[in-house]
Structures are given as C-alpha cells and as structure tokens.
C-alpha cells in the first residue's frame, strides 16, 4: 500500500534534545547533588520531563520541584540547541514532502507547551496537519496509542504511514500501531538500538529520496 502520511516524532528527529538532555539535566540537578553520564540517562528519555523528576525524587529521596524543573528544563534545551536549530533544514524537507501531497504528522510525548516552544523556534507552527502531544495521550511509546490516533486525525490507514522514529520505543511504538518505520540515527543510540526499524537512515533527506 503506498504512503499517503508521514508521521515524525519530535525530540531526536525535528531537533536533538535527546543528546542535550543529560547535559540539561546535569546542570540543574547540580544543587541536588545528582548527575548522570549519558548511558545512564538513556533509560529516562522515553518518560516525560515530571516523571522523570518523580522517579529521582523516589529513587535518590530528593525533594526536587517538578512543575519548575520542567520549565527550566525545557528552556534550557533550547538555549543548548539555538545555534542549531536557526540553521536547521527541517522547514525546507516537510515543505517539499507536502508538495509532493503528503499528509504530515507529529507524535511526540512531549506535553504542548514544549511543543509550541520548539515549533517556534523551528519556524514549524503551521506545518503539520495533526500535532498529538503528550497532554492528548494516555500511554507511553512503546504503547502504539499516540500513532494509532495520528494515523485516524489525518484520515488514513496505519499501513499507509511512514514514521520517523529516533529511539527503540518509539520505533516499537509505530511498528505496533501497523506502521512502516524509518529510524533517523542521532547522538543518543546506536545501529543496534535501532535495528527494530525497516530503515536506518543518517539524514533527513534521504527521506525524500526513498519516498
């Protein structure tokens, strides 16, 4: 069945969050007397920013504020990522993908004002036909949920998506919910840890030459 929508995750594929999250972190866990390596932080990276907070909270019996971690976190993300992200190539790929008719998707667990934030800075606010956050899911990747409803808001079949996907859940994710996966390489895992997906790809526009 041909691809009629593509559908991207957010942190990893539209901007590398994922490999400045640890740093993030570690700077403002410094009061708290925290840090952790990147290996280490791999395994927080598929919950959201509160729960992550929670976790440290419980497993390191710390009284760390999740509602202002958060937004700092997310602030300080993107400071790290500015230089990048004003030269980055995103706009110009979507644009040609919706020229050529696709349907385009966001999925990401990330909650909406972390979204709106780095849409903005990515110049990306009125590209996607379906944005699903964080906010408007109930489960975690590897949970196929947050596909599954991309797949019905821009009214078409799981089998005629392609996702891009950066990390093993994400990937599980789509590829439960029936979907085709191409797994974008970044910083953070390695060939390995994406060997779930039907493709492995090192740039983003080689999206627009497999299509």
């Not at 958060?70 to 919706?98: C, G, N, P, T, V």
């Not at 979204?115 to 800075?121: F, G, H, Q, S, T």
Request: charged share 30%; hydrophobic share 40%; aromatic share 10%.
């Amino acid at each position: 069945m041909a691809i009629q929508a593509v559908i991207f995750d957010m942190d990893g594929v539209l901007v590398d969050t994922p490999f400045v999250a640890c740093e993030a972190t570690n700077m403002l866990l410094q009061s708290a007397g925290l840090s952790f390596t990147q290996e280490q932080f791999k395994k927080y990276l598929r919950f959201g920013i509160e729960d992550r907070v929670k976790m440290w909270n419980q497993e390191f019996n710390k009284t760390i504020p999740e509602k202002e971690f958060f937004h700092e976190f997310i602030d300080l993300q993107i400071a790290l990522l500015r230089e990048e992200m004003e030269k980055s190539d995103r706009k110009e790929i979507l644009l040609k993908l919706k020229l050529r008719g696709f349907k385009l998707g966001l999925a990401t667990k990330a909650k909406k004002v972390k979204v709106d934030k780095i849409l903005e800075a990515l110049d990306l606010e009125d590209v996607f036909d379906s944005i699903l956050t964080g906010d408007a899911t109930t489960q975690y990747k590897p949970h196929p949920e947050v596909y599954t409803n991309s797949a019905k808001n821009l009214g078409v079949t799981p089998e005629e998506c392609l996702v891009i996907e950066d990390s093993p859940h994400g990937i599980e994710s789509a590829k439960s919910a029936g979907m085709k996966v191409f797994a974008y390489k970044t910083r953070v895992f390695s060939d390995e840890d994406l060997a779930q997906a039907d493709k492995i790809i090192y740039d983003l526009n080689e999206v627009l030459d497999l299509l």
